[in-house]
């Protein structure tokens, strides 16, 4: 049982590069989010889904894309990589009945 | 005013201590309510969960004031291993899981 499983851990872009940040869950979690989180800050809430097919947009969603074509899968897209967009990116998935949030263990960016 | 608001800290106490956090928020309708605790470069993981009626977790206490709109965490005996950053979570609608999130409270544990 992994749980949430986030890759990669760290990459390092380049302005106006595109990547995509994995996410798998096997927790068989309908809810699952994708947050950022700066230095010294709390997580923003970036994408949501409530479930395969359906997504919507959180707090921060300019500049990123997701998809959920499958419970287990929320991947994260940066099509054009800005220096603002340097930060720790955490999924996670969440359990229906408690609401409690399960993380990944982030991805590490940095946009140059 | 922002949804959650906490104090950043950092607060530094000695072994042993009793320390109390504070967490305000903005929505009254908020439904449900959370400590998480992050450690250093870690993700972050549930604490408690924060009831109506208060409730206690061996030497963490959490409580909830409806009518100030706050809820608060209570240490009792603090140990080394309790230095993180402590993150207010609120869930301001019913059903919809969209958590928001406090910037955290960083307690540092001295010896």
């Known amino acids: 049982n992994a749980g949430v499983t986030q890759t990669p851990k760290f990459r390092i872009l380049k302005i106006g590069q595109s990547m995509t940040l994995q996410c798998a869950q096997d927790?068989?979690?309908?809810?699952m989010y994708w947050y950022r989180q700066d230095p010294g800050m709390g997580l923003k809430l970036i994408y949501y889904?409530?479930?395969?097919?359906?997504?919507d947009k959180g707090e921060v969603p300019n500049g990123y894309n997701v998809s959920r074509s499958t419970t287990e899968d929320f991947p994260l897209r940066l099509e054009l990589a800005a220096p603002s967009q340097t930060s720790v990116y955490f999924c996670?998935?969440?359990?229906?009945?408690?609401?409690?949030?399960?993380f990944g263990e982030g991805s590490r960016l940095t946009v140059l | 005013r922002k949804e959650v608001e906490q104090d950043p800290g950092p607060f530094n106490v000695p072994e042993g201590a009793t320390v109390a956090f504070n967490c305000t928020y903005s929505?009254?309708?908020?439904?449900?309510f959370f400590w998480y605790r992050q450690d250093c470069r870690k993700e972050p993981k549930l604490l408690m969960s924060?009831?109506?009626s208060g409730n206690e977790d061996g030497r963490f206490t959490a409580q909830l004031n409806r009518a100030s709109q706050y809820i608060s965490l209570l240490i009792r005996d603090s140990k080394l291993s309790d230095s993180a950053t402590y993150l207010c979570v609120v869930n301001p609608l019913q059903g919809a899981q969209k958590l928001v999130f406090g910037q955290g409270t960083r307690l540092t544990i001295n010896p």
């Open positions: 924060v009831y109506s």
């Open positions: 889904s409530v479930g395969a097919g359906i997504t």
């Open positions: 927790m068989n979690h309908n809810y």
């Open positions: 996670a998935g969440s359990d229906r009945n408690t609401g409690e949030l399960f």
């Open positions: 929505n009254s309708a908020s439904q449900s």
